[in-house]
Antibody, heavy 122, light 109 residues
Framework: EVQLVQSGAEVKKPGESLKISCKGS????????IGWVRQMPGKGLEWMGI????????TYSPSFQGQITISADKSISTAYLQWSSLKASDTAMYFC???????????????WGQGTQVTVSS | SSELTQDPAVSVALGQTVRITCQGD??????AGWYQQKPGQAPVVVIY???NRPSGIPDRFSGSTSGNTASLTITGAQAEDEADYYC????????????FGSGTKVTVL
């Protein structure tokens, strides 16, 4: 069974750093991209970026470029999302999701983590 | 373009049919994925590709595409279908750059 299991909720102060994780199991972790999605309170889904754990090829959404770092450790089948200096506006639920490509014109984010709530408050 | 446009909200009477649309240039190259999200839960894919339903998704959910517009139809809406629905596509230049529509809140009356 494919699973993406995320790390637990975090409460941080502005300016602090943070790294949250997403552990994949039940499939070949190095053969699928993993993306990160932000959902601010009461708002919609926003694509942040994606990594291919096989070679660490990473693409960021322009809105998040320079604000976050996405990485992966294939030895433990885990992807990460990190901030070097959090802001109150980073308060949100963060999901990891795995896209599967079915054809040249068809794909789906068919597996999602359960979400990690990040709260940044002084 | 990385924009996908959705209506903010629609309502449907119990047992009736509702169609949600998603417009964007990328849909000329990629079929939209459709995701249902209930409060406090992770999104779940309900339709992908031309009109594919993952295992466990009821057949009252269907999808279609015409030009730059994708549609999700719920035929015979049930109370449990009340949720936010998001469409999703990817950049047509081949990069692994994805994006979502702004979401449609479906209320079942």
């Amino acid at each position: 069974e494919v699973q993406l299991v995320q790390s637990g909720a975090e409460v941080k102060k502005p300016g602090e750093s943070l790294k949250i994780s997403c552990k994949g199991s039940g499939y070949s972790f190095t053969s699928y991209w993993i993306g990160w999605v932000r959902q601010m309170p009461g708002k919609g889904l926003e694509w942040m970026g994606i990594i291919y754990p096989g070679d660490s090829d990473t693409t960021y959404s322009p809105s998040f470029q320079g604000q976050i770092t996405i990485s992966a450790d294939k030895s433990i089948s885990t992807a990460y999302l990190q901030w070097s200096s959090l802001k109150a506006s980073d308060t949100a639920m963060y999901f990891c999701a795995r896209p599967t490509t079915y054809s040249s014109s068809s794909f789906a984010l068919d597996y999602w983590g359960q979400g990690t709530q990040v709260t940044v408050s002084s | 373009s990385s924009e996908l446009t959705q209506d903010p909200a629609v309502s449907v009477a119990l047992g009736q049919t509702v169609r949600i649309t998603c417009q964007g240039d990328s849909l000329r190259n990629y079929y939209a994925g459709w995701y249902q999200q209930k409060p406090g839960q992770a999104p779940v894919v309900v339709i992908y590709g031309k009109n594919n339903r993952p295992s466990g998704i009821p057949d009252r959910f269907s999808g279609s595409t015409s030009g730059n517009t994708a549609s999700l139809t719920i035929t015979g809406a049930q109370a449990e279908d009340e949720a936010d629905y998001y469409c999703n596509s990817r950049d047509s230049n081949g990069y692994h750059h994805y994006f979502f529509g702004s979401g449609t809140k479906v209320t079942v009356l």
